[in-house]
C-alpha cells in the first residue's frame, strides 16, 4: 500500500521481554517520527529521524528504548525488559520534507502497534 | 514547556449540532498548528493547518478553525455535525525556527447521535 505500515498491529509480552516495534514509511518520505500514545491521552513524541540520522530522541523515556532507521527508510523501536508502564499505542508518522522545512508539516501516520505488558 | 491543551476531552452532540472543540497552545514567536482527527479504527489523519495568513483555516469535509494570537487559540469548529464525524480530534503545535516537531494535545472524543 503507499501508507505508512506499522508491525505487528499487536504485540503481548510478559514484562521483562524485549520487544520490536517496526515502521515502514511513505516511498521517499524524509522524516520519520515514532511518538507513544497511553490509553486517554494525546500522542507523547519519542524520537525522531531525518534520513538515517536520529536527530532528536529527548522524548524516549528510558535507556531501554532504543531506535533506529539504517538505511533512511524502515525504522524499529526496541524496547528492552519491557515494563507495565510501557503499555501503549507506539505511532510511526513520516513527512515528505525535512523538519526544518517550514511549509511542510502534515505527518502521516500508520495505524499503531499496540503494546501490552503483563 | 511548550505545550498544547484541549479542554473538552469527551464531547456529545446530536446531528445537525454545532461544534467547537478548543485548543490553546503556549509557544512564543511563529507557531504551527494542526487538527488531526482519527476514525474508529483508523490511523490519524489531517484536517487542516495553518501556518501564516488568513487566520481562519478551511479543512476537508466541512470543518474550519481560527486562529486567535491574543488568546494562544485555534479552536476546530462544524456548524452542523453529522453522524460520521464521530472520532478523536487532536489539536497539534509545533515551534516554527524551533525544532519542527509536532507536540499533541490530550484529544477531545466526540460522539454524534443520529
Known amino acids: 500500500g503507499a501508507g505508512v505500515s506499522q508491525s505487528p498491529r499487536y504485540k503481548v509480552a510478559k514484562r521483562g521481554q524485549d520487544v520490536a516495534l517496526r515502521c515502514d514509511p511513505i516511498?521517499?518520505?524524509?522524516?520519520l517520527f515514532w511518538y507513544q500514545q497511553a490509553l486517554g491521552q494525546g500522542p507523547e513524541f519519542l524520537t525522531y529521524?531525518?534520513?538515517?540520522?536520529?536527530?532528536?530522541k529527548s522524548g524516549l523515556p528510558s535507556d531501554r528504548f532504543f531506535a533506529e532507521r539504517p538505511e533512511g527508510s524502515v525504522s524499529t523501536l526496541k524496547i528492552q525488559r519491557t515494563q507495565q508502564e510501557d503499555s501503549a499505542v507506539y505511532l510511526c508518522?513520516?513527512?515528505?520534507?525535512?523538519?526544518?522545512?517550514?511549509?511542510?508539516?502534515?505527518?502521516?501516520f500508520g495505524e499503531g502497534s499496540r503494546l501490552t505488558v503483563l | 514547556a511548550q505545550s498544547v491543551s484541549q479542554h473538552n476531552h469527551h464531547v456529545i452532540l446530536s446531528e445537525a449540532a454545532s461544534l467547537e472543540l478548543g485548543c490553546n497552545y503556549s509557544?512564543?514567536?511563529?507557531?504551527?498548528l494542526f487538527w488531526y482527527v482519527q476514525y474508529p479504527g483508523q490511523h490519524l489523519q489531517l484536517l487542516l493547518k495553518?501556518?501564516?495568513?488568513?487566520?481562519l483555516v478551511k479543512g476537508i469535509k466541512g470543518f474550519e478553525a481560527e486562529f486567535i494570537k491574543s488568546k494562544f487559540s485555534f479552536n476546530l469548529r462544524k456548524p452542523s455535525v453529522q453522524w460520521s464525524d464521530t472520532a478523536e480530534y487532536f489539536c497539534?503545535?509545533?515551534?516554527?525556527?524551533?525544532?519542527?516537531?509536532?507536540?499533541f494535545g490530550r484529544g477531545t472524543s466526540l460522539i454524534v447521535h443520529p
Open positions: 508518522a513520516s513527512s515528505l520534507a525535512s523538519s526544518s522545512v517550514a511549509n511542510t508539516g502534515e505527518l502521516f
Open positions: 516511498s521517499g518520505h524524509v522524516s
Open positions: 529521524f531525518q534520513n538515517e540520522a536520529q536527530l532528536d
Open positions: 509557544y512564543g514567536g511563529t507557531v504551527n
Open positions: 495553518y501556518f501564516s495568513g488568513d487566520p
Open positions: 497539534a503545535g509545533r515551534q516554527a525556527g524551533g525544532s519542527y516537531i509536532p507536540t
